[in-house]
Each structure stands twice: as C-alpha cells, then as structure tokens.
C-alpha cells in the first residue's frame, strides 16, 4: 500500500533501535526524509546509514528545551519543513511502593516520559500549522490505563502523556495536525530484555523461561504467548503518520496482542 508520505519530513526521538528506527526503515521506504535524533547518536549514525534515505542524525536530550529547539531547527535547516513528528524517548523509571519511590524518582519519569513530549511539541508543531499539514504520535503504554502496582512513576507519566496527546487533538485538527498515541505492551526492546534478563537471575531460570513465566503471570492476556516484535507497532505508526490515516486523530491505538484486558481505553 502506498501511503501517500513520499518527501515528507520525518523526526523520530528515540531513533536509536525499537520501535522508533523500525519506523524509520519503513517511512524511508515510503520515500520520506528522515531527522533520526536520540541523546547519543554514534550507533544510530552507524545503524541509519543502511537506510535508503536523504536523513541526518542530531544529539538532543529532550529534557532541554534548548536542546529539542535546536534539534527542531537543524531540521528546518536542513529540510525546511517537519511533516511527521514521532516522540519514542522514554525511560521505565524506579519501581517500588508507589509511597516508597522517591520525589526525584517520580520526577525523573516526568521529566522524561511527559515533559519531553511537551518540548518537542512546543517545537515542531509552528512549522506543521504554517503547512497546514502534520502528524504528532507519542509512544503511551498499556501502563497508561492497566498500571501495574510497583511502576507508579512510569504509569502516571504514560497517562499523563496520553491526556497530553488527546487535548492536543482536538485544537490542533483546526491546523491541520492529527495528534495520537500508540501503546505496545511487551515489545521486544533493550527495556523489556533487561527486564526477562533480570526476571531470569531472581527466579534462576533461562530467558525464554522467565519470558514464558512472566507471561502466564503478569500478562495474562497476550492469548499469543509471546513478545510483541518493533516492526509490528511500526507497522502501525506508519499508517498513522500517513495519508491513509487522514480521520484518526486523537485516538489511543494499542499494539498490545491483548495485553489490556477492556474493551475501552
């Protein structure tokens, strides 16, 4: 299917693996123009030259303002434009008793998890009005709305962000903007590896049986039994950065294989 985003200009945080350079292999296959940013970009600069794209690669720590502006600008330096802006930065945060975990570890969450979403907004979304074109995904959780007792701080970030994305939505269409979120639930990640890598020492079992247990105990329902892989929520990111995806907006679209156990958000 052609999606319609052939020289588009894509920014993707949080490009360096996962979901984010997933996504990026598949909007340069569509014929977009890529700006793949993460705080260290030396592996991604490696990784993004087998892309078969016009890209380039910036340093930011998206808990800067500054930072995300000047990314933003090599951007419009660079490409003139920003069409496509997917926010992947994010940290799991400290885990514990939700009264237990520190102040600055909720703050670390927010900071990183909903603040950086706010910046890259505030940043990319002048040149998407003035083109009366653009699409803003951030990447939410099944944590936003099914949290998980010992990962307060991650949760109240993700549904913090996804309320974020949502008011967004409904002044931003007036602009031409569609705003969204995406929630995977156990993608396989460096995050969720060293989650089963740790889950394997405490219970002294391989990964692939602290994968299994973790499933049967924690995610009852994944009815597939297995991690979800990157380029599966790529797969849906692309859609709806893309033409097609033209009346979705404001919505929350789980790539979770069931992992939510509701029928609404």
Request: hydrophobic content about 45%.
């Amino acid at each position: 299917m052609d999606l319609q985003i052939k020289d588009r200009v894509a920014l993707i945080t949080g490009a360096t693996d996962g979901m984010g350079f997933e996504t990026a292999r598949i909007l340069a296959a569509e014929g977009c123009k890529l700006v793949l940013s993460d705080k260290e970009i030396t592996r991604l600069e490696k990784d993004a030259a087998s892309l078969d794209a016009d890209y380039i690669c910036v340093a930011a720590d998206v808990t800067d303002q500054a930072a995300v502006d000047a990314m933003a600008k090599q951007a419009l330096d660079r490409f003139g434009r920003i069409d496509i802006v997917l926010h992947t930065a994010g940290i799991t945060g400290a885990k514990g008793h939700p009264l237990e975990v520190a102040d600055a570890d909720y703050l670390e969450a927010w900071e990183i998890d909903f603040m950086s979403a706010v910046r890259v907004a505030r940043a990319t979304f002048p040149t998407m009005r003035a083109n009366r074109w653009g699409r803003f995904v951030c990447i939410t959780s099944e944590n936003a709305v099914q949290p998980y007792w010992d990962e307060a701080t991650y949760n109240t970030a993700k549904a913090a962000l996804a309320a974020f994305v949502k008011n967004l939505s409904y002044k931003e269409a007036e602009h031409g903007i569609l705003c969204n979120t995406v929630s995977p639930a156990f993608i396989e990640t460096q995050m969720t590896d060293g989650m089963m890598e740790k889950r394997s020492k405490e219970l002294g079992v391989s990964f692939d049986e602290a994968v299994e247990s973790f499933l049967d105990e924690e995610r009852p329902g994944i009815a597939l039994k297995r991690r979800g892989r990157a380029e599966e929520v790529a797969a849906a990111i692309a859609l709806i950065v893309s033409e097609r995806g033209s009346f979705i907006n404001g919505s929350n679209m789980r790539v979770d294989g069931g992992s939510v156990q509701a029928v609404q958000n």
